[in-house]
């Protein structure tokens, strides 16, 4: 066994040392590196130990007390203390805790209200909205008649005059709110306005959203949308799943379409994962960190500006930066490779009214869920922004010396912030 190998992949090199290699490697890579994309997070010890045990072996079609298969005596109790804690966290009166991941739940919501050729309205995506709120690509643009509304061109923000005047015209049963790309704060209760008005179901996607709304940085959607639905990463710092909340009215209709509706047996080392990350989130150490998340981004977005970047909408509300690289010359796409080769990890992304194709876009996408979880604060965010300025503008001039130097400094200034569930170097 190589000496190379750490304490947490060799037990795995024993029975798979090809295997072993690939997760060390990615292990190094995400601790050496400035991970900024806004939909990942690095979860806790204590998670990812949940995410290996035993009860990974388990089948369970169902729900507890109404399962398929015997010996559910311990696996009906780890669901519902995840469904209790999301109860309790998000001051919900129903949740299921079974989706396997954001899309499939989304695609619950449809099956539980809607029929295929019905009306739904959500955020396009360019806009910012995610691809199962209608967008063209997807089954859910495929299968309904999608409505898709957008943001104002001088500001990006949402009109919701124009939101209103699209759903009084096309009176959709089911209108999602939230998406992908968002940096400004979702007026939920804007929306349940209108929804109220058309008598359609309001959804509130707060996949992105959803440790800033249970740590008290984000207004809650609930109160204004009758089922919400979330990922469990992101920003809620737990395991690749998925959670529908919801009013009591809507309960059975929405377990209905998770199971037996779209799916078979829950992943019930997920489950207990999750429940585990809705614990942290409920402490008070998790309060101070979603408010460490916003303020984060807001002096990244600051420094940002100063160094000539083009934000759009101006800024950020939450834990989201979208940046238009056209008046810095160079595609989102090619900077994005550049920042990654230097140590900086983002995505290129649409931006509104983005006159180049969605591979290869004007803008990249950012975010300070990570850089957070970390440790680092507003003070670092000065010298992120400067390392991204030079390495934008080294990409530009093919100047792959300025982009190693980056590297270099990039992986000494990470040392001290050792990432949860790895070993210091």
């Keep these: 066994m190589p000496e190379s190998l750490s304490a947490v992949t060799r037990r795995l090199a024993d029975a798979d040392s090809e295997l072993a290699r690939l997760v060390e490697d990615e292990g190094r890579r995400q601790s050496e590196c400035i991970r900024l994309i806004p939909s990942e997070n690095y979860v806790s010890q204590a998670v990812l130990d949940a995410t290996g045990t ?4 388990k089948y369970s079609e169902g729900y507890a007390g109404r399962r398929y298969y015997e ?43 809607l029929k295929p050729g019905d009306t739904v309205m959500g955020m396009s995506l360019p806009m910012g909205g995610h691809l199962t ?3 063209n690509v997807s089954a859910t643009g495929r299968w309904f008649n999608a409505v898709q509304y957008g943001v ?38 804007k929306f349940a306005e209108i929804a109220r008005e058309v008598d359609a179901v309001l959804v509130a996607d707060i996949a992105h959203i959803a440790g800033l709304v249970a740590g008290g940085a984000h207004p809650t959607p609930v109160g204004h949308a009758p089922v919400i639905s979330t ?52 402490e008070d150490d998790f309060k101070r960190y979603a408010a460490q998340i916003v303020a984060n981004a807001k002096a990244l977005a600051d420094a940002l500006l100063e160094r000539g970047f083009d934000l759009v909408s101006g800024g950020t509300d939450n834990h989201l930066i979208l940046a238009d690289l056209t008046s810095k010359a160079i595609g989102g796409k090619p900077a994005a490779q550049a920042l990654d080769r ?58 792959e010396s300025t982009i190693a ?18 070993p210091t170097p």
């Design 54 to 57: 035993v009860l990974t072996n």
């Design 231 to 282: 990922t469990t990463h992101k920003t809620l710092r737990g395991p690749r799943g998925a959670m529908l909340m919801s009013t009591e009215e809507h309960a059975k209709a929405l377990d209905r379409a998770v199971f037996p509706g779209l799916q078979g047996g829950p992943h019930n080392h997920t489950t207990a994962a999750i429940a585990v990350a809705l614990r942290e989130a409920a």
């Design 152 to 189: 104002r061109k001088e500001d990006a923000r949402i009109d919701f005059d124009e939101v209103r005047e699209l759903a009084l015209r096309h009176r959709p049963k089911v209108i999602f709110c939230g998406g992908t790309a968002i940096p400004r704060t979702i007026e939920f209760d």
């Design 342 to 399: 230097a140590g900086i990890e983002l995505n290129y992304n649409t931006v509104p009214f983005d006159p180049r194709k969605p591979f290869d876009p004007s803008g990249i996408r950012l975010g300070t869920p990570s850089v957070t979880t970390r440790g680092l604060t507003e003070e670092h965010m000065a010298q992120i922004a400067a390392w991204m300025d030079d390495v934008v503008t080294a990409a530009g001039n093919e100047d």
């Design 405 to 422: 130097r980056v590297r270099g400094e990039v992986r000494e200034f990470v040392a001290p912030f050792p990432i949860p569930g790895w």
């Design 133 to 135: 709120h209608g967008w």
């Design 71 to 113: 010996g559910q005596q311990f696996i009906d109790q780890v669901e519902t203390l995840a469904i209790e804690r999301a109860q309790s966290l998000f001051g919900v009166e129903h949740a299921n805790v079974q989706p396997y991941s954001g899309s499939p739940a989304n695609l619950a919501v449809y099956l539980a209200f």
